[in-house]
């Protein structure tokens, strides 16, 4: 079993930052968290940013373009998420979540076989 564990969530005014990070554990330990998604009361769980395969390049909703940016640290088995110029829009819990099958849509929650219990983010006008 692979154990992701999200951290770094918390309140911030608009126009903020927070960087929010992910590790996997467990008895995979070679697995890096591969993005995150975000899901909002009421609303349902929606793709924030993943790395591709080969983890050179990053994908990001619209959304997000620009604001935030996704990285790793593969001997940590950790990636992260820096969150710049936070909207109020961007409150939610933002999981992160783990890919093993590439073929598989990067944006659709359903492609991923691992998640986090997720942290909150919220933001203060």
């Known amino acids: 079993q692979v154990q992701l564990v999200e951290s770094g969530g918390g309140l911030v005014q608009a126009g903020g930052s927070l960087r929010l990070s992910c590790t996997a554990s467990?008895?995979?330990?070679?697995?890096?968290?591969t993005g995150w998604f975000r899901q909002a009361p009421g609303k349902e769980r929606e793709f924030v940013a993943t790395?591709?395969?080969?983890?050179?390049?990053?994908y990001y909703a619209a959304s997000v373009k620009g604001r935030f940016t996704l990285s790793k640290d593969n001997a940590k088995n950790t990636v992260y998420l820096q969150m710049n110029s936070l909207k109020t829009g961007d409150a939610a819990v933002y999981y992160c979540g783990l890919r093993t099958d590439y073929q598989s849509d990067y944006d659709a929650p359903n492609s991923y076989d691992y998640w986090g219990k997720g942290t909150q983010v919220t933001v203060s006008s």
């Open positions: 467990g008895r995979t330990s070679s697995l890096v968290p």
């Open positions: 790395f591709s395969q080969n983890g050179r390049f990053a």
